[in-house]
């Protein structure tokens, strides 16, 4: 028997525009011979739809689309379609089997998330049957997403008389997700001994990317059909008793996917909020030179502006580098210099100010006039600004509240520094878009005489080791001092990173793409007096 998975790219709120796309991918089924068609977690409104599901105008558009796509959908083919279910006994995130143009079964999730960035029981309420139904002579039970991810759901399935489990995700990407979702489903087949299907959505919703990456687990324990990651389209697999045969596609390694990652995230968040293109700042730096790379690859160079806006202590190589870069990428590129305005500034503050000597009130004025400059660039055009910084200076505060992290996007918002540095790395082994002088060059905020970013920081190996320890695995000090790390420099980047949260609430949002990011998953209070490094020496 044939079954078709769509690796579906959906919109949240677009309920039109995904009923369309899984009518479309129903009929290719079934003129493929498909007996099934699985589709993603939420499918008719996209997912994570978050409080829009607490509307009942919402749910009641959703509910409309899926008796619509039934009646509309092939009468031969079992179409599994996501969508939040409201009814007398709640409010579900549910899975409909549509056949014979009607809805034949309703499935509604057990096992709500409520960690990282999920928070389903904040809106949902779970279901505790099984749904089975039968199709070619054999017997299959919807799972979704998070049900495999826990025990319970999927004996119930057995029970019930299953042969196989759908499981329709949303499981959004982080590093090595893939290896973990077939841990998962292995744990799931020692469980209850059922085969799996499991069908992932792919693209990007704000901070959240979903990689797809879909396959099917037999009842052997192989991986006998796995589907691309980063790609849209139909797949098809051939189901036996307890077995498949499939597509095997290769997974990309960790820098490819995390680069891929970035490049779905930004296509999606400037083409989904319908924004004419981009517009950032190029400073002959390797984080904004890695940010125009990026960009280009996802949305096309034509719909890219790069901007140089040189001050006094702007480097000759930072200029040469930047139209170098440009003229490889063939994105628009223009240079404002800075300096009379930043000249105006410091006029009109020389009274409030006198008697102060200079400080970093200076350099961030520098650069508070680059995001005002970049700012009035996206209101006059309709574009995005995509601001550069990386999570080490998300981190650390390292960056300028309303001057480099002015912008609507933050690209490598969860990239740490020296990762930074491998997707340059990476990205030049496809083409060299990114001049080596930029990647061997030490880092520099170039607002004062001779700067470099080890004057403020420790050096980066250092500090983003910390920091992942910190921020990603929630490490005390006196555990990170255990690993081999100074006393004192650990006391102070866990100094930064606390006293930066007030930043980190107005920065913009970026794509995640480690297990614990700048944004829905970790959540500091601003107001704290706790001080975690306070048990060291």
Known sequence: MKLAIAQLNLTVGDIAGNAARLLAAAKEAHAAGAAILVTPEMSICGYPAEDLVLRRDFTAACDAAVKQLAVDAPPGLALIVGYPECSNEGLFNAAALLRGGQIEAVYRKHHLPNHSVFDERRVFDSGDAPCVFECGGLRFAINICGDIWEAGPATRAMRAGADWLL????????????????????????????????ANLVGGQDELVFDGASFVLDAHDAVVAQCPAWQAGMFYVEIDRDTATGPQHA???????????????????????????????????????????????????????????????????????????????????????????????????????????????EENLQARTRGTLLMALSNKFGTLVLTTGNK????????????????????????????????????????????????????SAELRPDQTDQDSLPPYEVLDAILEAYVERDLAAREIVAQGFDAATVRRVIRMVDLAEYKRRQAPPGPRITPRNFGKDRRYPITNKYRPEGDLP
């Open 392 to 443: 080490s200076e998300m981190g650390t505060g390292y960056a300028t509240l309303y001057g480099d992290m002015a912008g609507g996007f933050a690209v490598l918002k969860d990239v740490a520094k020296t990762r930074v540095y491998r997707l340059a790395h990476y990205r030049n082994s496809r083409s060299a878009v990114i001049p080596q002088r930029i990647i061997d060059r030490p880092p």
């Open 167 to 198: 499981v329709p995700n949303a499981s959004p990407y982080h590093l090595n997700k893939e290896r973990e979702r077939v841990a998962v489903a292995r744990a799931r087949l020692v469980e209850a001994g059922l085969p799996l299907v499991y």
């Open 251 to 361: 997974l990309p390694d960790e820098d490819a996917a995390v680069y891929d990652a970035l490049v779905l995230a930004v296509r999606d968040y400037v083409g989904k909020n319908g924004f004419a293109g981009v517009h950032l700042g190029l400073s002959g730096g390797i984080d904004s030179a890695l940010t125009l790379a990026i960009a280009a690859d996802a949305i096309g160079p034509d719909k890219v502006h790069a901007v140089m806006m040189p001050s006094d202590y702007t480097a000759n190589i930072s200029v040469e580098d930047s139209r170098d870069m440009v003229a490889r990428l063939g994105v628009k590129y223009s240079e404002i210099a800075i300096r009379p305005i930043y000249d105006a500034f410091v006029a009109q503050l020389a009274g409030e100010f006198a008697g102060r000597a200079a400080d970093t009130t």
